[in-house]
């Protein structure tokens, strides 16, 4: 609840404190004596529109205060904005400042400065507002439908799980979707793949297929050489054997002529003649290995050509390509396996959606049931306002289902009979309503949870039995939340738990200023006395609607 309001320079305000109680708190005075600047700056103060005009003339900044008591089950709602914003946590209480200038203004909750964002969503926590310019809480379609549902003890956990549970597979889909090779890469992937896996290249085959071809396209050559080599190691006529020969005949007569001391000699010359056949065995097999075979020289350069290719597309070094060979086969499996893996998220997610239609179809019945009670009650409290040819309609429309279903709700209303019915936000008297708002209230007044509701101008265009009713309904509607109301009505403000007067008036400076007053017994006769128009008698019947 609103425990009190302290405003500073806030237009004819220059320095008040204003304390509320529990129940029913009524706000009277004279026109024109400021009732609408204390609710303006409370809704100034929770964020609402406000500009330089609200500063008090030859001020340069004025400042709004609120201090809430905070309950158990509010205090839980406020952790999120705690933890967000860095605010201190102030035990059952809680503050909300805000301070304007001429071209800024700064928002403070328990001290901490917040943007407005802050502190116009922590301000729809505790406060209902019922403004003539402004929206009612109760325009909001999604705040009809969630009212709706608590009035019918309407349970939406198992929505809420399975909505969960279908976006949690839609973003896991998105999430796959996101990380898998598009179609061009996957097709890239194969072919690369396919090549690779056609010609089987070793990790080593360029250089041994460089060499080879070195060899295979000069072969011919190759064999001319090695014969003319081999025609000088051991022709028939002067080639290197037949030299070699010569000289190891002549090492064997100076050996017999020196009495075989010149065995070491001989043994050399031996090596080298074992040397000279070795070499020339080595020449015949690798001559003999030489082929005139364009086709294999073909061969090695087609696979040299596809090898050049894909290191120049998928390279650059021979390292690399294989690198890139392994990665391609996992975007090739991956694209293989993803096919399955996809189709089984997909039809996960056809199956939740089902579920989640079937839910929301029994959450959609149930809704309908419940406003058609919700509906009796309501036309009920309505009679007692002074609507007594009103009707009723409640619009359901479907939409995409969400944790609260698939429903969209707008309440119809008409007060007159013969008159169409209009969404609630449509209705054009302020006193109407005024009165829809607080019927709505009183009957949905032990499910709705926004605990401090405020009403301006609900008296607008009503007298008599139906402004003792609405009297009656406020104090009712007191007993679950704190009510604020400005009156212009003696049989509204008589019901109040706590009586405020504002009084406006001119300061021997010259300047007009706004107070507000707390009434006692005496103090709340008089204004009663005031409000009835101060005639003969006024007091004394003033007196008696308070002991009634």
Not at 78 to 97: H, K, N, P
Not at 270 to 297: I, P, Y
Not at 510 to 522: A, I, N, Y
Request: include cysteine; aromatic fraction near 6%; hydrophobic fraction near 40%.
């Amino acid at each position: 609840m609103l425990i009190s309001l302290k405003i500073k320079n806030f237009a004819l305000v220059e320095n008040a404190e204003v304390g509320f109680s529990s129940g029913l708190n009524v706000i009277s005075g004279e026109s024109g004596s400021g009732k609408s600047i204390l609710i303006g700056a409370l809704f100034v103060l929770l964020g609402g529109r406000s500009d330089k005009e609200c500063i008090r003339e030859g001020e340069k900044r004025c400042e709004t205060e609120a201090i809430l008591k905070v309950t158990p089950q509010i205090k839980a709602k406020l952790q999120d904005f705690f933890a967000r914003y860095d605010i201190e946590d102030c035990g059952d209480e809680l503050s909300l400042r805000r301070v304007l200038q001429e071209n800024s203004a700064r928002s403070y909750v328990n001290g901490a400065n917040v943007p407005l964002k802050c502190i116009r969503e922590i301000a729809g926590i505790f406060f209902d507002f019922n403004r003539p310019d402004e929206e009612l809480s109760l325009n909001s379609q999604s705040r009809q439908l969630e009212l709706l549902d608590r009035s019918g003890g309407i349970d939406c956990a198992e929505c809420q799980k399975l909505f969960a549970e279908l976006s949690a597979l839609e973003n896991e889909l998105k999430e796959f979707d996101s990380a898998s090779p598009d179609e061009n890469e996957v097709e890239e992937a194969k072919e690369f793949v396919s090549l690779m896996d056609k010609y089987n290249f070793a990790e080593d085959e360029e250089e041994t297929l460089v060499q080879k071809h070195k060899i295979l396209s000069n072969s011919r050559e190759l064999i001319n050489i090695a014969a003319r080599v081999s025609q000088l190691l051991s022709g028939e006529e002067n080639s290197v054997a037949d030299a070699l020969s010569a000289v190891m005949r002549e090492f064997y007569a100076m050996d017999k002529l020196a009495d075989g001391t010149l065995s070491e000699l001989l043994e050399q010359a031996e090596n080298l003649n074992v040397t000279l056949n070795t070499l020339q065995n080595t020449l015949d097999t690798f001559a003999s290995s030489l082929e005139l075979d364009g086709e294999a020289l073909q061969e090695v350069e087609n696979r040299l050509d596809v090898l050049y290719r894909l290191k120049r597309r998928y390279g650059p070094s021979f390292q690399e390509l294989f690198i890139n060979y392994e990665r391609a086969k996992v975007i090739v499996n991956k694209a293989a396996n993803g096919t399955a893996v996809r189709r089984q998220l997909i039809e996960k997610i056809t199956s939740a959606r089902q579920k989640l239609d079937c839910e929301c179809e029994k959450i959609s019945s149930k809704r309908k049931s419940a406003a058609m009670e919700l509906e009796k009650s309501l036309l009920a409290e309505l009679a007692s306002l002074g609507f007594k040819k009103c009707r009723f309609e409640w619009s359901f429309s479907k939409i995409q289902p969400s944790a609260a279903g698939s429903d969209e709700l707008d309440i119809l209303f008409s007060a007159n009979s013969g008159e169409r019915v209009l969404p609630l936000r449509k209705i054009a008297s302020s006193g109407e309503r005024s009165r829809l708002f607080l019927a709505i209230k009183n009957v949905l007044a032990r499910v709705d949870d926004i605990p401090v509701v405020i009403f301006d101008e609900i008296d607008a265009n009503i007298g008599g039995e139906t402004a003792n009713k609405v009297g009656h309904s406020l104090h009712e509607l007191g007993k679950y939340r704190q009510i604020i109301s400005i009156s212009h009505l003696a049989q509204i403000a008589v019901f109040a738990d706590t009586h405020l007067q504002v009084v406006k008036y001119v300061r021997e400076d010259g300047r007009t200023v706004s107070e507000v007053r707390p009434l006692d017994t005496e103090g709340r006769i008089s204004e009663l006395a005031r409000m009835l128009g101060n005639a003969d008698g006024a007091e004394d019947y003033a007196r008696k609607m308070l002991e009634r």
